[in-house]
């Protein structure tokens, strides 16, 4: 199939990564059988551009919209999503919905579908400057309202006290433009879930996810400084396996994810766990994103790595092929490692 994979400079912030990444991407799938076209864009005119030119079977974005910023996503409350202009135009994608891909960036969205859907979350708040703080118990865990990739979070993530509480908030404002979301702090272990496929093709793959405890501050965080420099590593769930799946599973399913997502969860005091993010566009750098990673924790291969890497591509691609029909769908493998 003919594979457009779009991409600019918010890739690496948005989705999988940056350019070498997508680079990656595109020689799994042409190894793969597919053929890859590689998309840059910096505008709306240029997303445009790219619909309106070479024929394409279906399309891959790492990006939820179109913006110049290479450090946050961002909110983008007026401007362009991609994935709204491809149902608009009812061409082919890889990928949830825009109507969830919003909902999934909102950390407080995502919280308020999971609870109304009865799937365990942290209790949380949307706060800004000047609000009312009372009811909050401490210690509280702050972060940007639409990022991901711990993207804000840091030691001063978790507070003690108001005056903190207040200090975390007006840092998110200035740096992010957007609002503070003010959950529980969940002291237990953190955990995270790979969803290949769709429906009766669907594959939930669990780890528990860290670093060595000497990279650990205060407190047990995946702060931003720990992700994306190959710390973090992915390992089996143990005996937390079974429970992890039952719930990423009902999340899946009340968001209405497509296709791939990542799932992350955090045990609170009492070892229950707790969704705390559905990533959309989970990141796809070889080795050390956390998707790749639980693949291969999964479905590794005997020869190696790599070859684990094109089996992750390819089922991706084939099963948004197979949710539009199309044809070629089976190329490369299928969403459960087969």
């Not at 940007?144 to 840092?171: H, K, N, W, Y």
């Not at 290949?196 to 060595?212: H, M, T």
């Amino acid at each position: 199939m003919r594979v457009v994979l779009l991409t600019g400079p918010g890739g690496d912030a948005q989705g999988w990564g940056d350019l070498k990444v997508t680079e990656e991407v595109a020689r799994a799938a042409e190894a793969s059988g597919h053929q890859p076209r590689i998309v840059w864009v910096q505008s709306e005119a240029d997303f445009r551009r790219c619909l309106d030119g070479p024929p394409f079977d279906i399309l891959w974005s790492a990006l939820y919209h179109i913006s110049p910023n290479e450090r946050f996503i961002g909110r983008n409350e007026d401007g362009v999503w991609v994935a709204d202009v491809l149902d608009e135009r009812q061409l082919p994608y890889i990928g949830s919905d825009s109507r969830c891909l919003r909902d999934m960036i909102d950390k407080s969205a995502t919280h308020r579908i999971l609870a109304a859907a009865g799937v365990p979350v942290p209790d949380n708040r949307v706060v800004r400057s000047g609000a009312d703080l009372s009811g909050i118990g401490y210690p509280a865990f702050v972060k940007p309202i639409g990022e991901s990739r711990s993207v804000g979070i840091s030691e001063d993530s978790v507070v003690e006290s108001e005056p903190e509480l207040r200090r975390q908030v007006a840092f998110i404002e200035k740096q992010f433009d957007q609002p503070a979301l003010v959950e529980e702090f969940l002291p237990g272990p953190e955990y995270t879930a790979l969803v290949l496929g769709n429906d009766e093709d669907r594959a939930i793959l669990p780890g528990s996810v860290g670093v060595e405890a000497r990279h650990y501050g205060r407190h047990r965080i995946l702060r931003a400084d720990l992700r994306g420099v190959g710390l973090t590593r992915v390992s089996p769930a143990g005996e937390q396996e079974e429970e992890l799946r039952e719930v990423v599973g009902r999340a899946s399913e009340a968001m209405g994810c497509r296709d791939h997502v990542r799932i992350d969860v955090k045990a609170g005091a009492d070892s229950r766990p707790r969704i705390i993010e559905v990533n959309g566009i989970p990141g796809l750098k070889p080795h050390k994103s956390w998707a790749c990673q639980l693949f291969t924790l999964h479905h590794a291969s005997p020869a190696g790595e790599g070859e684990d890497y094109r089996r992750l591509i390819a089922g991706i691609i084939a099963s948004a092929a197979r949710r539009y029909g199309l044809a070629g769908a089976g190329a490369g493998g299928d969403s459960r490692g087969a």
